[in-house]
């Protein structure tokens, strides 16, 4: 017996913290029609171009981090900031979420939020997953932050709660914590 349509877009979008994409759609055999007929009944809500949340699934504290890797198709990876929080290593409040995508990738007019995307390849070794969610490791977050101008004194805290946690080894806390000493040395 089929799965209901609606039945199918709630375990895909449980997977993704409530947001499901046309493309998740017609990756589960279910035609973006019938997301915008769902809209319409008030079964989905229509957040951006493509996106769409199921208002039956709670949402969470790191809501607009979802919508966010939603709305870029799924080709950009949490950072900078935004990922130091993702990480929990961080008290930083940013005002935007920032995305690092491809060179290539231009991601849809906005939805609601406001969103910074930082273009760059990525090695698959500087991305992994975090509440199902993708971002950037702990060391290049820290080392984006840096060049972003991130408080010198936000990312040392974020090295000492990286490194009694596991998620960054001795040498690349010391090779970090360099790198934010050489840019506080007077020119």
Same mark, same amino acid.
């Given at each position: 017996?089929? *799965?209901?349509?609606?039945?199918?877009?709630?375990?895909r &979008?449980?997977? +993704?913290?409530?947001?499901?994409?046309?493309?998740?759609?017609?990756e589960?055999?279910?035609?973006?029609? *019938?997301?915008?007929?769902?809209?319409?009944?008030?079964r989905?809500? +229509?957040?951006?171009?493509?996106?769409? %949340?199921?208002p039956?699934?709670?949402?969470?504290?790191?809501?607009?981090?979802?919508?966010?890797? =939603?709305?870029a198709?799924?080709?950009?990876?949490l950072? +900078?900031?935004? =990922?130091?929080?993702?990480?929990?290593?961080?008290?930083?409040?940013?005002?935007?979420?920032?995305?690092? =995508?491809?060179?290539?990738?231009?991601? %849809?007019?906005?939805?609601?939020?406001?969103?910074?995307?930082?273009?760059?390849?990525?090695?698959? &070794?500087?991305?992994?997953?975090?509440?199902?969610?993708?971002?950037?490791?702990?060391? %290049?977050?820290?080392?984006?932050?840096?060049?972003l101008?991130?408080?010198?004194?936000?990312?040392?805290?974020?090295?000492?709660?990286?490194?009694?946690?596991?998620?960054?080894?001795?040498?690349?806390?010391?090779n970090?914590?360099?790198?934010i000493? +050489?840019?506080?040395?007077?020119?």
């Amino acid at each position: 017996m089929k *799965q209901p349509i609606f039945d199918t877009l709630v375990e895909r &979008a449980s997977d +993704h913290h409530g947001y499901v994409t046309t493309l998740q759609a017609r990756e589960a055999g279910i035609d973006p029609t *019938q997301l915008r007929l769902l809209a319409g009944r008030g079964r989905l809500e +229509h957040v951006a171009r493509g996106v769409y %949340r199921v208002p039956v699934l709670p949402r969470s504290e790191i809501d607009d981090l979802a919508f966010a890797v =939603a709305w870029a198709r799924g080709r950009a990876v949490l950072s +900078h900031e935004s =990922a130091l929080v993702l990480h929990g290593l961080s008290d930083v409040n940013p005002s935007v979420v920032h995305l690092t =995508a491809p060179p290539d990738n231009y991601p %849809r007019a906005q939805g609601s939020g406001p969103v910074r995307v930082h273009r760059r390849d990525l090695p698959t &070794a500087d991305v992994t997953m975090v509440d199902g969610l993708p971002v950037t490791t702990v060391a %290049r977050t820290i080392e984006d932050c840096h060049e972003l101008g991130t408080d010198p004194a936000q990312l040392r805290w974020a090295i000492r709660q990286a490194r009694q946690s596991g998620q960054l080894m001795a040498s690349q806390a010391a090779n970090l914590e360099k790198l934010i000493d +050489h840019r506080e040395e007077p020119i």
